[in-house]
C-alpha cells in the first residue's frame, strides 16, 4: 500500500515525532519521548 508524504508525516507525528527543523525541502524530525533522539537520517 503507497502513501503519501503527508500520510507518513501524519503518522510519525501521531507516534510521538515532531519537525525539529527544516532547511528548504530537507525535514529533520525529533522524537519527543526520548531525550537527544535523532533518527531523521537514518531513513
Sequence with gaps: ???KVREMI???E???WF?????G???QYK???KKNCD???SW
Design 31 to 33: 522524537y519527543s519521548k
Design 19 to 23: 519537525l525539529s527543523r527544516q532547511k
Design 1 to 3: 500500500m503507497r502513501k
Design 10 to 12: 501524519e503518522i510519525l
Design 14 to 16: 501521531a507516534d510521538g
Design 25 to 27: 525541502t530537507y525535514k
Design 39 to 41: 533518527h531523521s537520517r
